[in-house]
């Protein structure tokens, strides 16, 4: 079955960047676009960002846009989320996302001083 797996989350400070990655099994990874979402405490789950099955393109929530990037190797059947110049409201629960409806268990980023 689909197994979505994130890693890399943490606690970083006000302007600190933070790198997280997922790492896909049990689909053919290079045929899916694939997504990352957050939720924040007492929040909705919000789109951050999603890239295309080659990695030729991708979109950006606005709150995000200019200080984030996604990646993705298919040779590592894995996609990753370059976080920059990061703010307290970035502190969210992160998870990756594929087909709509498979999802990561997510990983925690806190940003605070």
């Known amino acids: 079955q689909v197994q979505l797996v994130e890693s890399g989350g943490g606690l970083v400070q006000p302007g600190g960047s933070l790198r997280l990655s997922c790492a896909a099994s049990g689909l053919t990874f290079s045929r899916y676009a694939m997504n990352w979402y957050r939720q924040a405490p007492g929040q909705g789950r919000e789109f951050v960002a999603a890239?295309?099955?080659?990695?030729?393109?991708?979109n950006y929530a606005d709150s995000v846009k200019g200080r984030f990037t996604i990646s993705r190797d298919n040779a590592k059947n894995t996609v990753y989320l370059q976080m920059n110049r990061m703010k307290p409201e970035d502190t969210a629960v992160y998870y990756c996302n594929v087909r709509v409806i498979y999802w990561g268990q997510g990983t925690q980023v806190t940003v605070s001083s």
């Open positions: 890239i295309t099955r080659a990695g030729d393109s991708s």
